[in-house]
């Protein structure tokens, strides 16, 4: 199982760009999604989290500018970045909790998923 993410790249200040994190394998059941952001210098911080059941959580910096979704059928996630800014420029991380699924007939839990990280840099 691992997850992958897409959707990175250059874009202007005020521009939007739309992340997206797919999770691969047999899987019953993901407890919650969430984007992750690290800066040059900086320490790993939350972006946002989606659980099971759709609620959310957005750090102070994004809200009311991102909007974290998922599809549960394509046990993917999405953050939609709007009004990006130049501090938004990082490296972004979805990660996965409590993940459930089966291969060849042998159940399986995984605590704690981390995909590959995309760049967004937002720069004029």
């Known amino acids: 199982v691992q997850l992958q993410a897409s959707g990175g790249g250059l874009v202007q200040p005020g521009g939007s760009l739309r992340l997206s994190c797919a999770a691969s394998g047999n899987i019953f059941r993901i407890n919650a999604m969430a984007w992750y952001r690290q800066a040059p210098g900086k320490q790993r911080e939350l972006v946002a989290d989606?659980?099971?059941?759709?609620?959310?959580v957005y750090a102070d910096s994004v809200k009311g500018r991102f909007t974290i979704s998922r599809d549960n059928a394509r046990n993917t996630v999405y953050l939609q970045m709007n009004s990006l800014k130049p501090e938004d420029t990082a490296v972004y991380f979805c990660?996965?909790?409590?993940?459930?699924?089966?291969?060849?007939?042998?159940?399986?839990?995984?605590?704690?998923?981390w995909g590959q990280g995309t760049q967004v840099t937002v720069s004029s």
């Open positions: 989606i659980n099971s059941g759709g609620s959310t």
């Open positions: 990660n996965a909790e409590g993940v459930q699924g089966e291969t060849y007939g042998s159940n399986w839990y995984r605590r704690d998923l």
